[in-house]
């Protein structure tokens, strides 16, 4: 089995920074891709980035890649998602995801999810 931990999540007013982080352990370590999602009350699921298990190649949302950065020591098993100039538009509940499939913004691609951590914006 695989396992993915965050951490990091908390509250934070308009135009703080945050940074998450995501653990793997087990077979969510032999996987291709991390990424974050996040997922605010009463909507859907929705991309932010992910990046390749080489830390190179990244996929990012055009709407946040300006404020949000994910990179991953893999030596460490673990990932990060800075987050500055939050907005209260960002709360929501952030999951970290690991997985194989394409493309890498549909939740469906990953195979692996951690519980989720939330993220709260006042402003």
């Known amino acids: 089995q695989g396992q993915l931990v965050e951490s990091g999540g908390g509250l934070v007013q308009d135009g703080g920074s945050l940074r998450l982080s995501c653990i793997a352990s087990g077979r969510a370590l032999n996987t291709e891709i991390m990424g974050w999602f996040r997922q605010a009350p009463g909507k859907e699921r929705e991309f932010v980035v992910a990046?390749?298990?080489?830390?190179?190649?990244?996929w990012n949302t055009d709407s946040m890649k300006d404020r949000f950065t994910i990179f991953r020591d893999n030596a460490k098993n673990t990932m990060w998602l800075q987050m500055n100039s939050l907005k209260p538009e960002d709360t929501a509940v952030y999951y970290c995801?690991?997985?194989?499939?394409?493309?890498?913004?549909?939740?469906?691609?990953?195979?692996?999810w951690g519980q989720g951590t939330q993220v709260t914006v006042s402003s």
């Open positions: 995801a690991a997985g194989q499939g394409s493309p890498w913004s549909q939740p469906g691609s990953y195979d692996y």
């Open positions: 990046v390749h298990w080489d830390g190179n190649r990244i």
